[in-house]
């Protein structure tokens, strides 16, 4: 199984729409377009073509096998309990709040939990990445 984790565009089969220009620069966590201000002072990022990475999996015998945002993919992969004894591990309520917090920030619906989790697979039969039965299931977006 092949798991790719980006921003991106692409995953969902039925979208046919062309996304726009998808560099875009950060400085001091926030997002620009002006992606030649700032030269070497702020960090430049391209989302993922998911649907090119799907065609190339494709041409290697990897069969597309489901999509979910990361935020889906770790609640329903027990993130929340994990995070709880991460942070019960920590010697101080500060660091105990850090710890929770950054596990938080992994599923924020604004920020990082809006990455994709795109699957492929090859020789797994049905493996298909979707929700555990007491969630639904995401497919393509």
């Known amino acids: ?3 790719s984790i980006d921003y991106g565009y692409g995953d969902d089969p039925a979208d046919e729409s062309t996304p726009g220009d998808s560099v875009v620069g ?3 966590h926030q997002w620009t377009e002006e992606i030649y201000r700032r030269i070497g002072e702020q960090d430049l990022t391209s989302h993922t073509d998911f649907r ?5 999996g494709q041409r290697k015998g ?8 990361q935020r889906d993919f770790l609640l329903d992969r ?5 995070a709880e004894k991460w942070a019960n591990r920590e010697r101080t309520p500060g660091k105990r709040w850090q710890s929770r917090f950054a596990a938080a920030e992994l599923v924020n619906a604004e920020g990082l939990g809006k990455l994709r989790v795109v ?5 797994v ?3 298909h990445l979707g929700l555990t039965p007491d969630r639904q299931a995401i497919t393509g977006g």
Request: aromatic share 6%; net charge positive.
């Open 1 to 3: 199984v092949v798991l």
């Open 26 to 28: 950060y400085h001091r």
């Open 52 to 56: 090119a990475l799907l065609r190339l």
């Open 62 to 69: 990897l069969v597309p096998a489901g999509s979910l945002s």
């Open 78 to 82: 027990g993130l929340a309990t994990a």
């Open 119 to 123: 699957a492929q697979q090859k020789g």
């Open 125 to 127: 039969g049905s493996y």
